[in-house]
């Protein structure tokens, strides 16, 4: 047997492992949920999350996890407004809600009886009026922003936040039609 005493003609400059594919990062998940489910669902990674689901989803169980651990922890989960917060509190950092509930550059609060939604900056228009007008015209928020004299800026803020409170808004509307019912039986009493 001759010394083979020959460089090799191709050198690995790195150790020779068997390779695994790469984990992936995400997961695909499916299930089942009422379309009403769905449509929520839809709603809020519409008005929050760019329109990414996934994105909702996460954060809907993110926040769903931190309520669990702070029950277990022996906490309550409670709903306050920011000027009657206890001197302790601890609150979920949400991702895709961080600007909720900062300052608004267009819309402000207004002592009113019984309504409790946002108004538009000098003018007497609650964002609710501002955001069903657009809607009913069909305009766009340029368009509806040289209709009333306003920054588009203040057209979309308006909007973003009527899609928030819509329960709300619903709610004045309809306290709005009992009102007008009630001075139009009391108009019709003294004819």
């Known amino acids: 047997m001759a010394v083979l ?3 090799p003609k191709r050198r690995h400059s790195y150790a020779m492992t068997a ?3 790469p984990p992936k990062a ?4 499916s299930a089942d949920v009422p379309e009403a489910t769905d449509a929520h669902v839809r709603h809020t990674a519409r008005v929050f999350y760019r329109g990414v689901v996934s994105d909702a989803v996460t954060a809907a169980l993110d926040t769903f996890h931190w309520i669990i651990e702070a029950r277990l922890r022996g906490k309550r989960v409670i709903a306050t407004d920011a000027d009657t917060l206890p001197g302790a509190f601890e609150e979920p950092v949400i991702a895709g809600l961080e600007a909720l509930g900062q300052e608004r550059l267009w819309l402000v609060k207004r002592d009113h009886p019984w309504r409790r ?3 538009i900056k000098g003018r007497n228009m609650t964002a609710g009026d501002l955001a069903r007008t657009v809607a009913i015209e069909g305009w766009s928020a340029e368009e509806a ?3 009333f004299d306003l920054p588009v800026e203040a057209v979309v803020e308006a909007q973003r936040y009527a899609e928030i409170a819509r329960d709300l808004i619903a709610a004045e509307e309809a306290e709005n039609r009992i009102v007008a019912q ?3 039986s009391q108009r019709a009493a003294v004819r």
């Open 26 to 29: 995400r997961h695909r998940l």
């Open 5 to 7: 005493d020959m460089v």
């Open 19 to 21: 390779t695994a594919p």
């Open 117 to 119: 939604q946002l108004w």
């Open 182 to 184: 009630g001075y139009e």
């Open 145 to 147: 922003a040289a209709q």
